[in-house]
């Protein structure tokens, strides 16, 4: 019902910089939340950065002053831009977002998607 699809991933050098987008499609009513979430090789998901359909947004103490969300409502798309970059930055970089469902009658179907992206890897190495 609702694909959200990550893009901008790759391999950036320490100190380098990377920006991550995703954009969902589908059966959007309108989107609540969206965020960003990574997992590196043996740890568990966390989250890095989020933001409100208002824009409110909050980011992870390990991404602060580095990292920024947004979002742009009319394209139905959340991005990343992540600065000094260093080699703890590597990992699998997931897209998530609260999507309220739209219905045949183009209003609102009552029921909400939490959505995932499949993931986009980014490497920080030298």
């Known amino acids: 019902q609702v694909q959200l699809v990550e893009s901008g991933g790759g391999l950036a050098q320490p100190g380098g910089s990377l920006r991550l987008s995703c954009v969902a499609s589908?059966?959007?009513?309108?989107?609540?939340?969206m965020g960003w979430y990574r997992q590196a090789p043996g740890k568990q998901r966390e989250l890095v950065a989020a933001?409100?359909?208002?824009?409110?947004?909050n980011h992870a103490d390990s991404v602060k002053d580095r990292f920024t969300i947004s979002r742009d409502n009319a394209k139905n798309t959340v991005y990343l831009q992540m600065d000094s970059l260093t080699p703890e930055d590597t990992a699998v970089y997931y897209c998530?977002?609260?999507?309220?469902?739209?219905?045949?009658?183009?209003?609102?179907?009552?029921?909400?998607?939490?959505?995932w992206g499949q993931g986009t890897l980014v490497t920080v190495s030298s």
């Open positions: 998530n977002a609260l999507v309220l469902l739209l219905g045949r009658d183009g209003n609102y179907e009552g029921r909400a998607m939490d959505a």
């Open positions: 589908g059966s959007i009513f309108t989107i609540n939340g």
């Open positions: 933001i409100t359909a208002g824009g409110a947004t």
